[in-house]
Nanobody, 123 residues
Framework: QVQLVESGGGSVQAGGSLTLSCAASGRTFSSYAMGWFRQAPGKERQFVATISWSGSTYYADSVKGRFTISRDNAKNTVYLQMNSLKFEDTAVYYC?????????????????WGPGTQVTVSS
């Protein structure tokens, strides 16, 4: 059973930075892609970033140039470095894992999900 646990959320002022972490367990972490999604109040969950097993990355246009996804296979952990945060980045951020080596951008491609971590950006 794959388990994902996010950490690192919190409150920050606009323009600030946060780094989210997601610790994975239950399978060979290095063999699979990982992803981050977010859900703002009253909105549907949306794709943020994804990374393949080999380190290739893909970002939503809204975060490109500000967010960086990375992975540390030795620690079974994926990260989301968030810089230049904006009020509209406020959301619950979810770590997710597909049954794939290649990165995925559709929510339906992800089988496993973490419980989420809140990020609040004040303007």
């Amino acid at each position: 059973q794959v388990q994902l646990v996010e950490s690192g959320g919190g409150s920050v002022q606009a323009g600030g930075s946060l780094t989210l972490s997601c610790a994975a367990s239950g399978r060979t972490f290095s063999s699979y892609a990982m992803g981050w999604f977010r859900q703002a109040p009253g909105k549907e969950r949306q794709f943020v970033a994804t990374i393949s097993w080999s380190g290739s990355t893909y970002y939503a246009d809204s975060v490109k140039g500000r967010f960086t996804i990375s992975r540390d296979n030795a620690k079974n952990t994926v990260y989301l470095q968030m810089n230049s945060l904006k009020f509209e980045d406020t959301a619950v951020y979810y770590c997710a894992a597909p049954e794939s080596r290649s990165y995925k951008i559709r929510e339906s491609d992800y089988r496993y999900w973490g419980p989420g971590t809140q990020v609040t950006v004040s303007s």
